[in-house]
């Protein structure tokens, strides 16, 4: 699952406080909804909250609607489970588990969407973003940020020190690695210790060798882990998992690194890698914990293609989700489906949007406009981040599941068997209940 | 209290050597205590030059290199955090918050320990098993009932939430203690005061607080610092504006990485009144030397 | 001290007789209705805040994750049928061994100690501050404490500053042969599978080391030319910009100061050092063949210390970081306890001659048993419920070797999963779990109103 998952960011929207009394009639400033308060949860904190709260600043400008956003960081599931059950649950939500989501519209916590914010999502974002925003038949969901998991960041210095180019198939892949390994770095950095980055790893491989069709079968496990489908990628991510100079510290060193460490042993000094893969995300990451400039010293490169297949992407998102049924919630919900709500943050940085009518000019660099552009390209192949989609204990747990089963894998890649019949049997009782 | 027979074998051994023998074990036990203090200490240190550096600073070498290679120590995650109108808005939060929640907390339980102590009633025994029981109740099972509780009355989102959640779930701890001490009062001084046609209320106030004030004193401490540190409670129960300290340092963390730069600033600002607690109320340990001595 | 005794009120009579259904109470502490008013403040909010989740959680455990439909036991089925299950409670059994009974006996002797020094509350005040960390920033201080690089943790960074102190770093950390260049790793280092005679002049070709750490007075690479008597070679690092693997390029540099040794049935018959060209001659070997070997020494890979934080020290590093936030806890309460203890009783058996030893034995713990009793259940308790700092200290990778039942629960009930049933059931487990500590006050109890 993604690092959404973990750090989940669900805004919920937060109950419009003083909701009843207000209505939608013109308020004393003239706009439709001034004196009335919507709450919205999320696991956003530091820049991120502060770019998202602009956006929200921008509904308040637009509705007169006061907007209070609070961040619940790794704790929003128990957050807003409590809330529900409190019966005080806040007005929207924004979620980077579509599990979760699924969960609430069961329990009958989610208000689905008006027709309004239905044409919007359908008119501004691909198909597939839509079908992941329906649940049970119906729309509830607003994909508002997303994150493009299939980028691989590479160290100029360390490329230059080989004459490397950025490899487009898997085997180019595996030759710059063993390059690079002569000049004493090891090719990746794999934050093992974060299960979330192997499950990425996997999906994006098993996405090119599969292909999309199974990728679905696989995510709804209509096919199982034992498929042969699946050893074959894992044959595959054998190739550079079970070389240990290829991996910085070797199977057992990259389990005790973390995401971030992943990317300080690329770009931080001493660099003790020359690549590390993960989503856009890993661009925040460098900016903050090292020196090395994003699209200077940084840069990234699609991830590899496999056996000829054609561009795919992983993506991972966070989804709004209304609680409330009143007025100011679901003008909310229609301003964050607009590309209005987008723009304001992709002016900001650090932020993709499934949104395609947000203007490219609107991304403030080359490397974000890249980003959304493989995105945009990979077009029907592009698929949500199969953890994300998998029950929780399955494909969002730490030390569990699928996270545990391929680390387990990570410390011995040679046994593909063992680690598809763990896969198998962890998925069999995740997916039942 | 329990009486305790002292037997001693041997002959009296209080010569010069022992004299001596005792002044070089002092010597060892000031060096050997000095020495866990320092271990104890060495995180905090670290913790505290973190506090000191920048994120790319910390995660690029470890605090102790100061010493051979001094890289700029900069106060700006202090600046940014104490220039916070939030971050200073919370920290009223949590004195709103962690007063009330001492405050009753040592009250109830005080009375509480009494009764289950030194006023017998059938069933007495049971009863102070349960609440001991209740000790091991772990806060995450209670907060989905508590919700639908609270979000019945109307104390969702509230100060008053907060604190009745804290002051419920400090109790058993709290009864646990103070009942265990003041058993230990000497009987002797409880049954004078019966005797002497005292009522309960009487012999609570003037007989066994002022014994129980060293166990009262270190209680108000740590239920003190338990509310303080929260931060799940507030985060389900609290909104916004009662929001205390640690949702609001939260609220700073980058979705990223250690974010020890600002958990290390954060601690050792939000560390400053539990010390000060911690030193107001130590002193009351001495004067419950005095008490007990005069007896 | 002074005790107050007020006159009994008009009414009232002094004594034990028992003559129930008076206005006024005649058996002082000995009925339910003096007990009242102390106890219902207490039980109202206990039984609104507590006990009623707790029941709540005890129904709970037998209705499935939605909470619509009954299932018996199944929750606890599947509970003890989970393998996690067994390690966590495999882990909780070694945390409560081991940690409450260390901290209980850390506590009372700090306590006793600081009675006789000076500055006894500089000293509680350290070891309290940990306490006033919250378990949050205290589990990210331990996971770098512990963290393996040893540029980054602590205890690494001392556990190899010792190391290095014996033992001199290798020239070369992590470099080999080429893939190819016919040398085979084995213990004492690379053996060349091929045998020379004296009067070749052999190629090695070196990789997986950085160009830019060779040591600045290196120069170009270049064969020796070949000389009958001698066995010679030139070891370089064979990495550059477009270069051939296995050829001698431009720019391509020498490896200085390598020891190669010449071997001949497998025994060691030469030693010698690369120069700066990367050249190494064995001037005087005599005829025949001899194999090569790059001894192991040059590519030993420095030391990094210790993997605190991989699955077998895993659990003892985070009960370490317990002891370190929860000593505090049980000095503060133990010397609160040591000063209610009348001081005529330590100096009476201290008068008779007893040594510090015994009083401490005879006198000051079973009068502090009370308080340590206190200390200890609560600590144990506090253990059971331990899991913030499983959660932050052990990494993804090692969570499963580290589980505990209360991370379990945590993330059963309030992970993304939020299977409320499973949930209450891994609580009503924690909470039978307990039985035993209650269990041992309820005898303590009796044995106290005896």
Same mark, same amino acid.
């Given at each position: 699952?993604?690092?959404?998952?973990?750090?989940?960011?669900?805004?919920?929207?937060?109950?419009?406080?003083?909701?009843?009394?207000?209505?939608?009639?013109a308020?004393p400033?003239?706009?439709?909804?001034?004196?009335?308060?919507?709450?919205?949860v999320g696991?956003?904190?530091?820049?991120?909250?502060?770019?998202?709260?602009?956006?929200?600043?921008a509904f308040?400008?637009?509705?007169?609607?006061?907007?209070?956003?609070?961040?619940?960081?790794?704790?929003?599931?128990?957050?807003?489970?409590?809330?529900?059950?409190?019966?005080?649950?806040?007005?929207?939500a924004?979620v980077?588990?579509?599990?979760?989501?699924?969960?609430?519209?069961?329990?009958?916590?989610?208000?689905?969407?008006?027709?309004?914010?239905?044409?919007?999502?359908?008119?501004?974002?691909?198909?597939?973003?839509k079908?992941?925003?329906?649940?049970?038949?119906?729309?509830?969901?607003?994909?508002?940020?997303?994150?493009?998991?299939?980028?691989?960041?590479?160290?100029?210095?360390?490329f230059?020190?080989?004459?490397?180019?950025?490899?487009?198939?898997?085997?180019?892949?595996?030759?710059?690695?063993?390059?690079?390994?002569?000049?004493?770095?090891?090719?990746?950095?794999?934050?093992?210790?974060?299960?979330?980055?192997?499950?990425d790893?996997?999906?994006?491989?098993?996405?090119?060798?599969?292909g999309?069709?199974?990728?679905?079968?696989?995510?709804k496990?209509?096919?199982?882990?034992?498929?042969?489908?699946?050893?074959k990628?894992?044959?595959t991510?054998?190739?550079?998992?079970?070389?240990?100079?290829?991996?910085?510290?070797?199977?057992?060193?990259?389990?005790?690194?973390?995401?971030?460490?992943?990317?300080?042993?690329?770009?931080?000094?001493?660099?003790?890698?020359?690549?590390?893969?993960?989503?856009?995300?890993?661009?925040?990451?460098?900016?903050?914990?090292?020196?090395?400039?994003?699209?200077?010293?940084?840069?990234?490169?699609?991830?590899?293609?496999?056996?000829?297949?054609?561009?795919?992407?992983?993506?991972?998102?966070?989804?709004?989700?209304?609680?409330?049924?009143?007025?100011?919630?679901?003008?909310?919900?229609?301003?964050?489906?607009?590309?209005?709500?987008?723009?304001?943050?992709?002016?900001?940085?650090?932020?993709?949007?499934?949104?395609?009518?947000?203007?490219?000019?609107?991304?403030?660099?080359?490397?974000?406009?890249?980003?959304?552009?493989?995105?945009?390209?990979?077009?029907?192949?592009?698929?949500?981040?199969?953890?994300?989609?998998?029950?929780?204990?399955?494909?969002?747990?730490?030390?569990?599941?699928?996270?545990?089963?391929?680390?387990?894998?990570?410390?011995?890649?040679?046994?593909?068997?063992?680690?598809?019949?763990?896969?198998?049997?962890?998925?069999?009782?995740?997916?039942?209940? | 209290?329990?009486?305790?027979?002292?037997s001693?074998?041997?002959?009296?051994? +209080?010569?010069? &050597?022992?004299?001596? /023998?005792?002044? *070089?074990?002092?010597?060892?036990? %000031? !060096?050997? =205590?000095?020495? #866990? @203090?320092?271990?104890?200490l060495?995180?905090?240190?670290?913790l505290?030059?973190a506090s000191?550096?920048?994120?790319?600073?910390?995660?690029?070498?470890?605090?102790?290199?100061?010493?051979?290679?001094?890289?700029?120590?900069?106060?700006?995650?202090?600046?940014?955090?104490?220039?916070?109108?939030?971050?200073?808005?919370?920290?009223?939060?949590?004195?709103?918050?962690?007063?009330?929640?001492?405050?009753?907390?040592?009250?109830?339980?005080a009375?509480a320990?009494?009764?289950?102590?030194?006023?017998?009633?059938?069933? +007495?025994?049971? &009863?102070?098993?349960? /609440?001991?029981? *209740?000790?091991?109740?772990?806060? %995450? !099972?209670? =907060?989905?009932? #508590? @919700?639908?509780?609270?979000?019945?009355?109307g104390?969702?989102?509230t100060?008053?939430?907060?604190?009745?959640f804290?002051?419920?779930?400090?109790?058993?701890?709290?009864?646990?203690?103070?009942?265990?001490?003041?058993a230990?009062?000497?009987?002797?001084?409880?049954?004078?005061a019966?005797?002497?046609?005292?009522?309960?209320?009487?012999?609570?106030?003037?007989?066994?607080?002022?014994?129980?004030?060293?166990?009262?004193?270190?209680?108000t401490?740590?239920?003190?610092?338990?509310?303080?540190?929260?931060?799940?409670?507030?985060?389900?129960?609290?909104?916004?504006?009662?929001?205390?300290?640690?949702?609001?340092?939260?609220?700073? =963390?980058?979705?990223?990485?250690?974010?020890?730069?600002l958990?290390?600033?954060?601690?050792?600002?939000?560390?400053?009144?539990?010390?000060?607690v911690?030193?107001?109320?130590?002193?009351?340990?001495?004067?419950?030397?005095?008490?007990?001595?005069?007896? | 001290?002074?005790?107050?005794?007020?006159?009994?009120?008009?009414?009232?009579?002094?004594?034990?007789?028992?003559?129930?259904?008076?206005?006024?109470?005649?058996?002082?502490?000995?009925s339910?209705?003096?007990?009242?008013?102390?106890?219902?403040?207490?039980?109202?909010?206990?039984?609104?805040?507590?006990?009623?989740?707790?029941?709540?959680?005890l129904?709970?455990?037998?209705?499935?994750?939605?909470?619509?439909?009954?299932?018996?036991?199944?929750?606890?089925?599947?509970l003890?049928?989970?393998?996690?299950?067994?390690?966590?409670?495999?882990?909780?059994?070694?945390?409560?061994?081991?940690?409450?009974a260390?901290?209980?006996?850390?506590?009372?002797?700090f306590?006793?100690?600081?009675?006789?020094?000076?500055?006894?509350?500089?000293?509680?005040?350290?070891?309290?501050?940990?306490?006033?960390?919250?378990?949050f920033?205290?589990?990210?201080?331990?996971?770098l404490?512990?963290?393996?690089?040893?540029?980054?943790?602590?205890?690494?960074?001392?556990v190899?500053?010792?190391?290095?102190?014996f033992?001199?770093?290798?020239?070369?950390?992590?470099?080999?042969?080429?893939?190819?260049?016919?040398?085979?790793?084995?213990?004492?280092?690379?053996?060349?599978?091929?045998?020379?005679?004296?009067?070749?002049?052999?190629?090695?070709?070196?990789?997986?080391?950085?160009?830019?750490?060779?040591?600045?007075?290196?120069?170009?690479?270049?064969?020796?030319?070949?000389?009958?008597?001698?066995?010679?070679?030139?070891?370089?690092?064979?990495?550059?910009?477009?270069?051939?693997?296995?050829?001698?390029?431009?720019?391509?540099r020498?490896?200085?100061?390598?020891a190669?040794?010449?071997?001949r049935?497998?025994?060691?018959?030469?030693?010698?050092?690369?120069?700066?060209?990367?050249?190494?001659?064995?001037?005087?070997?005599?005829?025949?063949d001899?194999?090569?070997?790059?001894?192991?020494s040059?590519?030993?890979?420095?030391?990094?210390?210790?993997?605190?934080?991989?699955?077998?020290?895993?659990?003892?590093?985070?009960?370490?970081?317990?002891?370190?936030?929860?000593?505090?806890?049980?000095?503060?309460?133990i010397?609160?306890?040591?000063?209610a203890?009348?001081?005529?009783?330590?100096?009476?058996?201290?008068?008779?001659?007893?040594?510090?030893?015994?009083?401490?034995?005879?006198?000051?713990?079973?009068?502090?048993?009370?308080?340590?009793?206190?200390?200890?259940?609560?600590?144990?308790?506090?253990?059971?419920?331990?899991?913030e700092?499983?959660?932050?200290?052990?990494p993804?990778?090692?969570q499963?070797?580290?589980?505990?039942?209360?991370?379990?629960?945590?993330?059963?009930?309030?992970?993304?999963?939020?299977?409320?049933?499973?949930?209450?059931?891994?609580?009503?487990?924690?909470?039978?779990?307990?039985?035993?500590?209650?269990?041992?006050?309820?005898?303590?109890?009796?044995?106290?109103?005896?």
């Amino acid at each position: 699952m993604s690092r959404l998952k973990v750090t989940a960011a669900l805004v919920a929207a937060i109950g419009t406080l003083a909701a009843c009394s207000g209505g939608t009639t013109a308020g004393p400033e003239g706009k439709a909804l001034s004196g009335q308060t919507v709450e919205v949860v999320g696991t956003w904190s530091g820049d991120e909250q502060q770019r998202f709260e602009q956006v929200l600043s921008a509904f308040k400008d637009k509705t007169g609607a006061e907007v209070r956003y609070t961040p619940a960081g790794d704790e929003l599931p128990t957050v807003l489970q409590t809330r529900v059950q409190g019966g005080t649950p806040p007005s929207v939500a924004l979620v980077a588990q579509p599990g979760l989501v699924d969960q609430l519209q069961q329990a009958g916590s989610l208000i689905p969407l008006s027709p309004d914010v239905e044409k919007l999502v359908g008119d501004h974002n691909a198909a597939v973003w839509k079908k992941l925003g329906t649940f049970g038949g119906k729309l509830y969901g607003v994909y508002f940020k997303a994150a493009n998991k299939s980028t691989v960041w590479y160290s100029e210095k360390a490329f230059g020190q080989v004459g490397a180019e950025p490899p487009k198939t898997w085997e180019d892949f595996l030759a710059v690695g063993r390059a690079v390994v002569d000049t004493g770095q090891a090719a990746v950095s794999v934050g093992g210790a974060d299960g979330w980055t192997l499950t990425d790893w996997f999906e994006n491989v098993y996405l090119r060798t599969a292909g999309p069709d199974n990728y679905d079968k696989l995510a709804k496990h209509e096919i199982p882990w034992t498929d042969p489908s699946v050893r074959k990628a894992l044959e595959t991510l054998a190739e550079l998992f079970g070389d240990p100079r290829l991996v910085e510290g070797g199977g057992a060193g990259a389990l005790q690194t973390e995401f971030p460490k992943s990317v300080i042993n690329v770009f931080g000094e001493p660099p003790k890698a020359a690549m590390v893969f993960e989503a856009d995300f890993v661009a925040s990451v460098i900016s903050t914990n090292t020196k090395a400039k994003v699209g200077e010293d940084a840069k990234f490169f699609k991830f590899p293609s496999i056996g000829g297949s054609e561009d795919a992407v992983v993506a991972g998102g966070d989804v709004a989700v209304q609680l409330k049924d009143d007025a100011a919630s679901t003008e909310l919900m229609k301003f964050l489906a607009s590309p209005e709500a987008g723009r304001v943050w992709a002016r900001l940085g650090g932020f993709l949007s499934p949104n395609k009518d947000i203007p490219a000019a609107d991304y403030p660099d080359d490397v974000t406009r890249e980003l959304v552009q493989q995105l945009v390209d990979a077009g029907d192949n592009v698929r949500f981040d199969m953890s994300d989609l998998a029950p929780a204990a399955f494909g969002g747990t730490k030390g569990a599941g699928e996270w545990k089963a391929l680390q387990d894998f990570l410390a011995n890649p040679a046994d593909v068997e063992a680690t598809v019949q763990r896969l198998e049997s962890e998925a069999a009782k995740a997916y039942q209940k | 209290m329990t009486v305790v027979e002292v037997s001693v074998t041997g002959a009296p051994r +209080r010569g010069v &050597l022992s004299r001596v /023998v005792s002044r *070089l074990g002092n010597g060892v036990v %000031q !060096v050997g =205590l000095a020495l #866990v @203090a320092l271990f104890w200490l060495v995180p905090v240190f670290g913790l505290l030059i973190a506090s000191l550096r920048d994120e790319a600073s910390n995660t690029a070498s470890g605090w102790w290199t100061i010493f051979t290679a001094p890289t700029s120590l900069t106060l700006s995650n202090y600046a940014d955090l104490v220039g916070n109108s939030t971050v200073l808005r919370s920290f009223l939060n949590t004195v709103y918050i962690a007063v009330p929640s001492t405050v009753l907390v040592v009250v109830i339980s005080a009375l509480a320990a009494y009764g289950l102590a030194w006023i017998e009633f059938p069933g +007495r025994l049971w &009863l102070t098993t349960l /609440v001991v029981g *209740l000790l091991v109740m772990p806060i %995450q !099972v209670a =907060l989905i009932p #508590v @919700a639908k509780l609270f979000g019945s009355l109307g104390l969702f989102g509230t100060i008053t939430g907060v604190v009745l959640f804290h002051v419920a779930f400090g109790l058993p701890f709290a009864i646990f203690l103070l009942r265990n001490f003041f058993a230990g009062i000497p009987r002797d001084l409880v049954e004078a005061a019966r005797m002497d046609g005292a009522r309960e209320w009487v012999i609570f106030r003037r007989v066994v607080l002022p014994i129980a004030k060293p166990a009262i004193a270190s209680l108000t401490i740590f239920q003190f610092l338990w509310v303080w540190n929260d931060l799940l409670v507030a985060l389900v129960f609290a909104d916004q504006d009662s929001a205390p300290i640690t949702v609001a340092l939260r609220a700073q =963390l980058r979705q990223f990485g250690t974010n020890i730069d600002l958990l290390s600033t954060g601690a050792f600002l939000s560390m400053i009144v539990p010390l000060a607690v911690f030193l107001a109320f130590q002193r009351y340990f001495v004067q419950g030397v005095l008490a007990g001595s005069t007896k | 001290m002074t005790v107050a005794a007020e006159k009994p009120p008009a009414g009232s009579r002094a004594g034990r007789g028992r003559s129930p259904n008076l206005a006024v109470d005649p058996t002082p502490g000995r009925s339910p209705r003096q007990a009242v008013p102390f106890l219902v403040p207490a039980l109202v909010l206990l039984a609104a805040l507590v006990i009623y989740p707790l029941v709540y959680s005890l129904v709970r455990s037998f209705f499935d994750r939605s909470g619509a439909s009954f299932v018996g036991v199944g929750n606890y089925v599947n509970l003890f049928t989970d393998p996690r299950t067994l390690t966590a409670f495999k882990n909780n059994v070694i945390w409560v061994v081991v940690a409450p009974a260390l901290v209980t006996g850390l506590g009372l002797v700090f306590a006793v100690l600081t009675e006789r020094i000076r500055w006894a509350t500089a000293f509680r005040l350290v070891l309290f501050m940990p306490m006033a960390i919250s378990l949050f920033a205290s589990g990210i201080i331990f996971r770098l404490v512990y963290e393996e690089d040893p540029n980054q943790g602590v205890v690494n960074a001392v556990v190899v500053g010792v190391h290095d102190l014996f033992s001199d770093p290798s020239p070369y950390p992590g470099a080999q042969p080429r893939d190819g260049a016919a040398f085979t790793a084995a213990e004492e280092g690379f053996t060349s599978s091929q045998t020379f005679t004296p009067g070749t002049a052999v190629t090695v070709p070196l990789v997986g080391f950085a160009p830019g750490q060779i040591p600045a007075g290196a120069s170009s690479a270049s064969l020796p030319p070949s000389d009958a008597r001698e066995l010679r070679g030139v070891v370089w690092l064979d990495v550059s910009v477009g270069g051939r693997s296995g050829a001698l390029d431009r720019g391509e540099r020498g490896v200085p100061g390598l020891a190669v040794e010449a071997v001949r049935d497998g025994r060691v018959v030469g030693r010698t050092t690369t120069g700066n060209d990367g050249r190494f001659t064995f001037p005087d070997l005599g005829a025949g063949d001899y194999a090569l070997r790059l001894a192991a020494s040059n590519f030993a890979l420095p030391f990094r210390g210790l993997t605190w934080l991989g699955p077998s020290l895993i659990t003892p590093v985070i009960i370490s970081s317990w002891i370190w936030i929860m000593t505090g806890f049980a000095i503060t309460f133990i010397a609160a306890g040591l000063a209610a203890i009348p001081r005529d009783a330590l100096e009476a058996a201290r008068v008779d001659g007893a040594t510090e030893w015994q009083v401490f034995r005879r006198v000051t713990v079973p009068l502090l048993s009370p308080v340590l009793l206190v200390v200890f259940v609560t600590l144990v308790i506090n253990v059971l419920k331990v899991f913030e700092l499983v959660f932050v200290i052990a990494p993804g990778s090692v969570q499963e070797e580290a589980n505990v039942l209360a991370l379990q629960m945590w993330q059963v009930s309030f992970g993304t999963g939020g299977d409320q049933g499973a949930g209450s059931a891994l609580a009503v487990v924690l909470f039978l779990l307990v039985a035993p500590a209650m269990l041992f006050n309820i005898r303590r109890f009796r044995r106290e109103q005896s």
